[in-house]
């Protein structure tokens, strides 16, 4: 990813990201009006902050964004795998129950919130369609970031291969040893948990929580991951780490939303053109899926 600096605000982008129509930035820590334990720029509104010093960090990324508040939907997350489609800027909205938004509509900013889970950017550059997904342990568990990518396919006609993938900054393995609930979870979602799991003693597991995303968004069909490289518990200098810093701590911000792209922004946008039973790219991974998990919801209502 690359690292920018302006005003004290300090932000990441991926570099297969950066490209005409897509905005998204990766904020930090840096650059806040919070104190101490939530220094400074928590968007965190249920870990003790004062509401007054989050809506002023919100407001410090809207204006780095050049975005108005207006604009944005977030998302009341819960490590679960719902995925909402998002065609409204309808006002600072909160959809509750949710850990990934999807768009395809300019202007719709989409905003989730991180402290170890990854934010996973999603940008399909030939529907001009672009996701943000939270995925944790719980999320991988429960498919998270492959729904999203279901969600587009359904929502715009998506193709998995064609998707640029951006995982951002999460908990390595270096400093994630987690339980057998797991590890057991990785061997119901994952293709190979093997892969991901590196045994640490009697019922304890190193955790390779952004190979797991990067693993289960292959076998969704992605082929073009960008992973940032970068351990929120490495690097509580600038991001939170909730395992770092024993859960008193802030959320940073991940952010993204599309511009209208040149000649292409007249044309009608085509939604639900196919069914995801269509693709036989989705199809192998169904199995390796428990049953029983919520269906994607087209859109969702506020609370
Ligand atoms: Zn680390």
């Known amino acids: 990813m690359l690292r920018q600096e302006s005003n004290g605000l300090v932000t990441y982008h991926f570099e297969t990201l950066r490209v005409e129509g897509l905005v998204h930035a990766v904020f930090t820590r840096l650059g806040g009006c919070s104190p101490v334990p939530f220094a400074?720029?928590?968007?965190?509104?249920?870990?003790?902050?004062?509401?007054?010093?989050?809506?002023?960090?919100?407001?410090?990324?809207?204006?780095?964004?050049?975005?108005?508040?207006?604009?944005?939907?977030?998302?009341?997350?819960?490590?679960?795998?719902?995925?909402?489609?998002?065609?409204?800027?309808?006002?600072?909205?909160?959809?509750?129950?949710?850990?990934?938004?999807?768009?395809?509509?300019?202007?719709?900013?989409?905003?989730?919130?991180?402290?170890?889970?990854?934010?996973?950017?999603?940008?399909?550059?030939?529907?001009?369609?672009?996701?943000?997904?939270?995925?944790?342990?719980?999320?991988?568990?429960?498919?998270?970031?492959?729904?999203?990518?279901?969600?587009?396919?359904?929502?715009?006609?998506?193709?998995?291969?064609?998707?640029?993938?951006?995982?951002?900054?999460?908990?390595?393995?270096?400093?994630?040893?987690?339980?057998?609930?797991?590890?057991?979870?990785?061997?119901?979602?994952?293709?190979?948990?093997?892969?991901?799991?590196?045994?640490?003693?009697e019922g304890q597991w190193r955790f390779d929580l952004p190979a797991a995303n990067a693993q289960q968004l292959a076998a969704a069909g992605v082929r073009r991951i960008e992973m940032a490289g970068m351990c929120t518990g490495c690097n509580v200098d600038e991001f939170y780490s909730h395992r770092a810093e024993q859960g008193k701590t802030g959320r940073f911000a991940a952010v993204a939303y599309l511009q209208p792209r040149g000649a292409e922004q007249a044309e009608a946008v085509p939604t639900k053109t196919r069914k995801q039973a269509d693709d036989p790219e989705l199809a192998p991974f169904d199995s390796l899926h428990p049953a029983g998990f919520p269906a994607f919801d087209q859109g969702a209502d506020s609370q």
């Open 40 to 201: 400074s720029l928590n968007v965190g509104r249920l870990v003790d902050d004062d509401e007054s010093n989050v809506l002023e960090n919100h407001r410090r990324i809207y204006a780095h964004l050049g975005l108005q508040p207006g604009q944005v939907v977030t998302t009341r997350q819960v490590h679960g795998n719902r995925v909402a489609a998002v065609d409204t800027p309808d006002g600072a909205r909160i959809v509750p129950n949710t850990d990934g938004l999807v768009t395809v509509t300019p202007g719709v900013a989409l905003l989730q919130r991180f402290a170890d889970c990854q934010p996973i950017l999603l940008y399909d550059p030939e529907h001009h369609a672009v996701g943000l997904v939270h995925a944790g342990w719980r999320g991988v568990a429960q498919g998270v970031a492959r729904r999203a990518v279901e969600a587009m396919h359904q929502a715009f006609g998506t193709r998995p291969k064609g998707l640029v993938a951006g995982l951002g900054p999460a908990i390595g393995p270096c400093c994630y040893v987690v339980g057998d609930e797991v590890a057991a979870a990785m061997g119901y979602a994952l293709p190979d948990w093997k892969a991901v799991m590196q045994l640490e003693g």
